[in-house]
Structures are given as structure tokens and as C-alpha cells.
């Protein structure tokens, strides 16, 4: 039996309603530092506590590329005695707030692939942090969009929404599904650690959908056909999140450090830029392509840098420059790192201008580690 070509057809985004810059955000930090150096006066002057120290917009900015993020709720955010979003808690019967940000983005989706929920098969919600145990978030999303067939939540931090299309397109191949949604709902405002100023100014809210399905199927004006995907993983605890349902047996505190992200953000710049370029050129030459033959790369935005880093080792191009930056677009200065949404995001926002067959690459890569890749080509309609 022929494999089926399967494309994408169709991708969407939901963009929160709330900014915070820079400013805004090293302001709240350095409001907070100072209530807590002034709460513990005594024991810094002692010498049994160090003083927190001050965040500043330039090291953000230079650091990481990041000028500013969306957030789902941002008031809560910025109170210096606070430090993290506060959202009502909604009671079951209502739609929770991560299946709303899905809905929208794939409603989005689906309109663009020309597709109505009836035609869907399958809803894969794949995220690096779900907003509960079960039932799974994307059999909700699922049945609030008025889908059919079945649905389930997968999670390979960073890198869920590349892997979660692997899935799709396997499940297109097998023929036991033609058309597969999958949404990347993001709520990482909070599990962010914004009174760490090491790390509070990485993420920001967002979801992202694709549709996938069968080419014979597929009627999208803009089609992508998935030429090949390819996934690696490489146990490491360099980025790492211990909340989880085994806390309250272990008596663990659940305000404590180690439940919302944490990372040695050194060495994973270190360790995951070879990984992902080096996948990136082994999964190229499984179909006899080079480097410079890929017309895009829409890499996992975590650090301006990073892709840099990726883009000069595989085709030895200066990102900073406009021909890296059309070669590899970055979206993170605006909505900052969105975990596995960042790929996407790129490819959704820089894929229109792209001619009849070109080549490009969606990679994802973080925690686990993982990298995922996906080739694709832009097919030539009729
Ligand atoms: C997080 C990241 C931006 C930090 O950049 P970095 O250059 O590695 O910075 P470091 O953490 O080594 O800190 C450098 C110095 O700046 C200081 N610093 C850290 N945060 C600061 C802030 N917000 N404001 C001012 N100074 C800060 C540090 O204390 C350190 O000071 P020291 O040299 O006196 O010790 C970077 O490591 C990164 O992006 N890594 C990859 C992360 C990633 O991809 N994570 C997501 C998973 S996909």
C-alpha cells in the first residue's frame, strides 16, 4: 500500500492579552529584593544571609535576546510581595483556563486549514506542564471544540509539540487517523520562579496548534509537506521541575525552590547547542539534504544566542546579520522562551513568504534533553 503524504495544513496561535517588558519586570524584581533584604536585615548584617542582589534590563537583553513576554495575568506578577500570577480558580464544570488558550489557537488552525472540529480524528495536548493529573487536558479541548475521536496529553517539556507531530504523522501513515490536531498550550507564567533572578525573565504565556493530515484529504491554499521527523533524548537534570503528585507523600514543601523550573542555564547552553545541530544535520542527510539546502530553520527560541550558536555550525552564517535572521527567524525578543511552542510560534509567523518547494526545519530542544526536528517542504498547489 502507498505511505500517505501527510502535510500541515493549517497552524494558529493565541497571543495573551498582558506585556511585560523589561523594565517592568526588573523593576517588580528589585522591589522585591529589597522587601526581602529589608525582612532579613539581621541576619544579612550578621552575615548568616547573603542580600539578594538587583536584576538588570541590559544583562536580560544580552544575555538572552528576551525584550519582553506575554502573560495570561500579569498583576500578580508584578506585586513585589506576591511574585506570581494569580488566577481564580475555576470551578469544575467550567472550562478550565489551559483547554480556552488551546481552543482558541486551534479554532485558529483549523481555519486556516480549511477544516471544521467534525473532520478531526484526534487531539494530541502536548505541553511541558499540564494544568492537572486528569482527565487529560486534550480530552476536554477535544470536547469543547465538538471533536471526534479520541484524545491524550503528552509532555516532553520543550520539545512536546515537535514529538507530539511525530505522533501525528505516524498515526496519519498507520491510517488510523487523517487529520490530528495538536496544541501546545503554555501557561509558563506559572511555573516560573520570577523571585529568582537568574531565571525570572526566560518565559512567557502562549498556545500554538497545528493540523496535520492526509494530502489527499487536505485543502489549504498553504500546505507543508513532513518530508521526515526525528527524535532524540539524553537523560541530564540540568533543567528539571520536582512538583508532582509524589510531593504531599513525601512531605516535601510544595512553595519550596525545586517546584517550578529550575535550570544550570550554562551548561545547558553548553551541552544542547552541539546536540541540536548536530541532529539537525544527521536527520538532513537521511534524505541526502545539506545544511544549505534548507531555505528556513524555525528553531526552539529559549536564547538569541543559542541560535546563533546552531545557525553558524551548520551553515557557518552570522545570525546577527538580516541573511541569518531570514535564515533563522527569532520571535523570543517579543514573546520570550514558550517552552515548546517557541518552533512553532516561528514557523506560524515566517513561513508565508516561502516559495513552492522549499525546504525548512521546525527543531525544539530542552529539557530531558530532547530535540526533535521536522523537515518539511512547501508543495506546490495547483
Ligand atoms: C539563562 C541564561 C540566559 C543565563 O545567561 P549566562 O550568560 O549563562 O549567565 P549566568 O547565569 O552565567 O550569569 C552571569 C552573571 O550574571 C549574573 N546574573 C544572573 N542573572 C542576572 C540578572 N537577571 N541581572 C543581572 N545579573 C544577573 C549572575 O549572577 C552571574 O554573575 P557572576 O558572573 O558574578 O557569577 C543562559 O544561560 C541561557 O539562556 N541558557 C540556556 C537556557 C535554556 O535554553 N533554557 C531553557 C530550556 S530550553
Known amino acids: 500500500m502507498r505511505q500517505p503524504t501527510v502535510v500541515i495544513s493549517g497552524t ?6 498582558h506585556i511585560i517588558t523589561n523594565a517592568e519586570l526588573v523593576e517588580a ?3 522585591y529584593a529589597d522587601l526581602q533584604n529589608a ?3 539581621t541576619a544579612i548584617a550578621a552575615g548568616e544571609r547573603a ?5 538588570s534590563v541590559e544583562f536580560i537583553e544580552k544575555a538572552s535576546g528576551i525584550k519582553q513576554r506575554y502573560v495570561i495575568e500579569k498583576d500578580g506578577v508584578l506585586d513585589p510581595t506576591r511574585m506570581y500570577p494569580r488566577f481564580r480558580q475555576r470551578p469544575d464544570g467550567e472550562l478550565s483556563v489551559m483547554a480556552e488558550i488551546a481552543v482558541d489557537a486551534a479554532r485558529k488552525a483549523l481555519a486556516a486549514a480549511g477544516k471544521t472540529p467534525a473532520d ?8 511541558a506542564n499540564m494544568q492537572r493529573a486528569y482527565p487529560a487536558m486534550a480530552v476536554e479541548i477535544q470536547q469543547a471544540l465538538g471533536a471526534g475521536g479520541y484524545g491524550f496529553d503528552m509532555n516532553v517539556a520543550c520539545s512536546s509539540a515537535t514529538f507530539a507531530i511525530e505522533q501525528a504523522v505516524n498515526a496519519v501513515r498507520a491510517g488510523s487517523a487523517n487529520c490530528v ?3 501546545n498550550p503554555e501557561i509558563t507564567s506559572a511555573h516560573l520562579e520570577w523571585r529568582d533572578r537568574d531565571c525570572h525573565f526566560i518565559f512567557g504565556d502562549v498556545c500554538t496548534a497545528v493540523v496535520i493530515e492526509n494530502a489527499d484529504t487536505a485543502t489549504a491554499t498553504e500546505q507543508w509537506e513532513i518530508v521526515g521527523t526525528k527524535l532524540a533524548t539524553q537523560f541530564s537534570n540540568n533543567i528539571r521541575n520536582n512538583f508532582g503528585f509524589m510531593n504531599r507523600a513525601e512531605d516535601s514543601d510544595p512553595l519550596a525552590r525545586d517546584k517550578t523550573f529550575m535550570q544550570e542555564g550554562r551548561k545547558v547552553f553548553k551541552e544542547v547547542v552541539p546536540m541540536a545541530a548536530a541532529h539537525i ?3 538532513l542527510a537521511t534524505f541526502k539534504y545539506q545544511p544549505a539546502d534548507v531555505r528556513r530553520f524555525w528553531l526552539h527560541q529559549a536564547n538569541l544566542g543559542m541560535n546563533q550558536f546552531i545557525i553558524k555550525k551548520l551553515v557557518g552564517a552570522d545570525l546577527s546579520g538580516t541573511v541569518g535572521a531570514d535564515l533563522a527567524p527569532l520571535i523570543l525578543d517579543e514573546y520570550a522562551n514558550t517552552a515548546s511552542a517557541g518552533s512553532i510560534i516561528a514557523f506560524h509567523a515566517h513561513k508565508a513568504d516561502l516559495k513552492a518547494g522549499d525546504l525548512g526545519v521546525i527543531c525544539s530542544f530542552g529539557a530531558g534533553y530532547s ?3 521536522v523537515i518539511v517542504k512547501k508543495l506546490t498547489l495547483p
Open 371 to 373: 530535540v526533535g526536528s
Open 120 to 127: 478531526v480524528d484526534a487531539v494530541y495536548c502536548a505541553s
Open 39 to 41: 525582612h532579613h536585615a
Open 29 to 31: 524584581f528589585n522591589a
Open 181 to 183: 490536531l495538536v496544541v
Open 51 to 55: 542580600p539578594m542582589t538587583h536584576s
Open 281 to 283: 544535520e544527521a536527520h
Open 12 to 17: 494558529g496561535l493565541y497571543q495573551p492579552p
